[in-house]
């Protein structure tokens, strides 16, 4: 058992069996964690990513070292996670000859809440502002297709990619770049169009006049 956070900060012994040095480490990590500034009720940035990855998106089975590579952290980390959220009744644990399998337990009530809440806070929009907004010269930056659509509360099959229009003068090869790094965040391919201000305001192009008569979600 561990003893409590205050005994450990102190250094003080408590009645309770020591803790080995390794148990301290991730003890204290544990401790120091910040929660996310985009929805502080999650226990850390990585819990909220991790759910993005397995609520989201098309449905599917990831062994922890993908999740670990996908979500550039260690394994250890990912496994402790997905252990809470299993036992928590959110994720389904699958154990084969390669290691388990965690993917999304649809058969509970908080599935469908949980993952709205998800998409509002590390989905598609947060991800693409984040990557895209540090791109010089973006004035706008949207969502459309799928994404948009079910962001917009389209009902719909789960979208297997994210379409973003970047509009400004941006450099289509660093708008590539940050859709690679969206990608790896999100787990989906990300397709990135890039318009300049008069031709986004331009009401004669067709591929333009489709976007805008759909769903659009702007993200910055």
């Given at each position: 058992m561990l003893g409590s956070a205050a005994d450990f900060r102190r250094g003080g012994h408590s009645s309770r069996r020591p803790l080995d040095s390794h148990l301290a480490q991730l003890f204290m990590r544990d401790l120091r964690?910040?929660?996310?500034?985009q929805l502080p009720i999650f226990r850390s940035r990585l819990q909220g990513e991790l759910l993005a990855r397995l609520l989201l998106g098309p449905d599917?089975?990831?062994?922890?070292?993908d999740l670990a590579v996908m979500l550039r952290t260690d394994l250890g980390s990912v496994v402790r996670e997905v252990d809470r959220l299993a036992r928590a009744g959110l994720l389904t644990l699958r154990r084969t000859a390669a290691g388990r399998l965690a993917s999304r337990d649809t058969a509970t009530p908080l599935h469908e809440p949980l993952?709205?809440?998800?998409?509002?806070?590390f989905g598609p929009k947060a991800v693409v502002a984040e990557e895209f907004?540090?791109?010089p010269g973006a004035a706008e930056i949207h969502l459309f297709g799928a994404w948009a659509e079910r962001y917009s509360g389209v009902a719909g099959e789960p979208p297997g990619d994210v379409e973003v229009l970047v509009v400004g003068a941006?450099?289509?090869g660093a708008a590539f770049d940050a859709a690679q790094e969206s990608a790896a965040r999100l787990g989906l391919p990300v397709?990135?169009?890039?318009?300049?201000?008069g031709e986004w305001r331009d009401d004669t192009d067709?591929?333009?006049?489709?976007?805008r008569a759909c769903s659009l979600v702007r993200a910055r």
């Open positions: 964690a910040d929660a996310p500034p599917r089975e990831h062994t922890m070292l993952a709205q809440l998800v998409m509002h806070t907004g540090a791109l941006v450099d289509p397709h990135p169009v890039v318009r300049t201000v067709p591929f333009l006049r489709q976007i």
